[in-house]
């Protein structure tokens, strides 16, 4: 069996390392992949977004499956383009990716079918967005339509940033035709909880829950930055949360988007906010998340291509799927500097006994050696019986590892153990 995964980042590592556990898998081919996934898979230099380059590539190698990891290539339609010459693939299509790839799509789909969610409004006119800025409710959560690279989301305290935002999003169209239209809503309160799932379009089958550190520094201080590290499981999500989102969120998301002649298979990103009104949905992503996945696949029990294949042949409800009862972490290292600007090219150190925690994400290859080449460099992933455990061994192991200009938070997972 031969894969083609798409993608370069901690989380295709992650994804990468678990199919490896299948001994009927043979070669792994990652486009692009990193110097770090070098070590685990065949990398080539196409990009993600690249589809007829990838498309290119698979039609010339013996591929018997594939996995589109990224955002842009599954909005961009990379799954139809494989399937339309054969390949299997995990993944929606793009005419289900648009749940993350178009926010009015999703506000409007929540409201058609009454999923809870955050009021909102959507504009297409910036006036008529800075006339409803004058008399909204502060704060304000002001979003881009499209894909803006996780950086498309504004909380607005005061007027002024709100209008600030509005001209940045849809005059000066920072974010590109992303921009032209956007979300203007309610501001939602209570611990944010990452539930991934697979569903093949019919049955949806939560993953382990996980909680996710987006600021860049201590404290939830800082910067927004694509991740800082994770933990799973959340201990917000409990039995009785995890009841009503199946039946008030998952269910009826699943049945809304075949309703809609969308139907979903892939992994289904559910980003949620335990409100006092019961969870709501702050956002839906149509692939695995980015560090969350480094927690998520550790401690799934099942094996991960088995799954995956379930889900693409519409077998799901007959494919049983377990997770270890135990705890993970997840510590990003990354550039000092990040999520601004940072150097690069500084050789990295692992020792042998750390490597199977590793999860590359930004880092090349140059002269045979391993040298930063990203804000984000890697993730390194603990697994033990407790919390405390698993938090103390992946900041232990993360000492062994070495690079100039190495930063990373110091409490990672320290809500979360106030939290039990
Ligand atoms: P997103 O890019 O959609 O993941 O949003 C980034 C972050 O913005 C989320 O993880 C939340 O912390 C925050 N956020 C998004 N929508 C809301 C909302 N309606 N109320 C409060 N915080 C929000
Ligand atoms: N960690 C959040 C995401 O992958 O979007």
Redesign the pocket.
């Known amino acids: 069996m031969n894969i083609l995964v798409i993608g370069g980042g901690g989380r295709e590592h992650a994804i990468i390392k678990k199919l490896r556990e299948n001994p009927e898998v043979e070669t792994i081919w990652a486009l692009p992949g990193n110097g770090g996934i070098a070590a685990d898979a065949v990398c080539e230099p196409v990009k993600a977004t690249d589809i007829e380059g990838i498309v290119a590539f698979a039609k010339s190698h013996p591929v018997d499956y594939a996995v589109v990891a990224p955002d842009d290539p599954l909005v961009l339609g990379c799954v139809d383009a494989l399937e339309a010459e054969g390949i299997p693939c995990f993944g929606p299509r793009a005419r289900a990716a648009i749940i993350e790839g178009s ?1 009015v799509f999703s506000k409007n789909l929540m409201k058609k079918y009454g999923i809870p969610t ?1 009021a909102y409004e959507v504009f297409d006119d910036p006036a008529a967005a800075l006339r409803y800025l004058e008399t909204a409710p502060l ?1 304000a ?1 002001i ?1 881009a339509d499209g894909l803006a690279l ?4 504004l ?1 607005a305290m005061t007027r002024e940033e709100a209008f600030a935002a509005v001209r940045e999003i849809m005059e000066e169209k920072k974010f590109g035709a992303s921009g032209n239209q956007i979300v203007i ?5 209570g611990p ?1 909880v990452s539930v991934l799932s697979f569903t093949d379009g019919e049955t949806v089958v939560p993953m382990v829950s996980s909680m ?1 550190h ?1 600021r860049a520094g201590d404290g939830d201080t800082g910067l ?1 930055t694509g991740g800082m590290g994770t933990v799973a499981p959340n201990p917000y999500y409990t039995e009785a949360v995890a009841a009503e989102c199946m039946e008030r969120i998952f269910l009826p998301t699943i049945r809304a988007m075949k309703a809609e002649d969308r139907e979903f298979r892939g992994c289904l990103y559910f ?1 949620l ?1 335990i409100t006092k009104d019961g969870p709501k949905v ?2 839906y992503n149509c692939r695995f998340g980015d560090p969350e996945t480094q927690v998520v696949l550790p401690l799934l029990e099942s094996d991960l291509l088995t799954v995956m294949r379930a889900v693409t042949a519409g077998t799901l409800s007959a494919c049983p799927v377990t997770f270890r009862n135990g705890h993970a972490c997840c510590v990003v290292l990354a550039s000092e500097g990040y999520p601004l600007s940072y150097g690069k090219g500084y050789e990295i150190t692992i020792p042998p006994q750390t490597l199977p925690h590793v999860y590359v994400a930004g880092a090349a290859l140059k002269d045979g050696k391993l040298v930063t080449s990203g804000g984000r460099v890697l993730g390194v992933t603990a697994v033990a019986d407790t919390l405390e455990e698993a938090v103390r061994e992946a900041y232990a192991l993360s000492d062994t590892i070495a690079f100039k200009n190495k930063y990373m938070r110091h409490d990672i997972g320290r809500r979360a153990l106030a939290a039990k």
């Open positions: 926010k955050a704060p959560v979003k996780g950086k498309g989301v909380i809503e309610e501001f939602l309160e944010e996710d987006k927004n980003g906010m702050i956002e």
